[in-house]
């Protein structure tokens, strides 16, 4: 389960929230006097959704296009980190293990003192770069 790099909470849900806005059409009559005013719809402003966690309410900085990538967070197959989080056991280059589990740094923000890293997710792949990691580290 993921946890909230601001708070440190663990995450069940995430709340995600789009900006959109709502289109109006405006109809006069002769006098200048609203005749009609008809919905046109909502219009996205943000094209990414932007999830917040739900016990420190802080935006947590990943973008969330649709379903699959909440899913995807939720599973730990991408996670945010703090640079000093405790539970990060070892780090090389691009790589880190964190929870066992082999994760590559996909992106650095370096504002927040974040790290975003998607889960290496070819078992052998894994396999031989923790072995690296843990001997670089021993």
Do not use: H, W
Not at 24 to 38: A, F, P
Not at 42 to 67: A, L
Not at 107 to 130: G, Q
């Amino acid at each position: 389960m993921p946890k909230c790099p601001f708070c440190g909470k663990k995450i069940e849900c995430l709340r995600i929230y789009y900006q959109e806005v709502a289109s109006y059409t405006v109809y006069l009559d002769r006098s200048g006097e609203i005749l009609d005013r008809t919905f046109a719809g909502y219009e996205e402003v943000k094209p990414d959704g932007y999830p917040i966690c739900p016990s420190c309410y802080e935006e947590i900085p990943i973008p969330i296009r649709d379903e699959r990538d909440v899913v995807d967070f939720l599973k730990e197959k991408y996670i945010i980190l703090r640079l000093d989080d405790p539970e990060i056991k070892a780090q090389k280059d691009n790589l880190i293990i964190f929870r066992e589990k082999v994760y590559k740094i996909v992106e650095r923000k370096s504002e927040l003192n974040l790290l975003v890293l998607k889960l290496v997710e070819d078992e052998i792949a894994a396999d031989i770069l923790r072995a690296d990691l843990e001997d670089k580290n021993a």
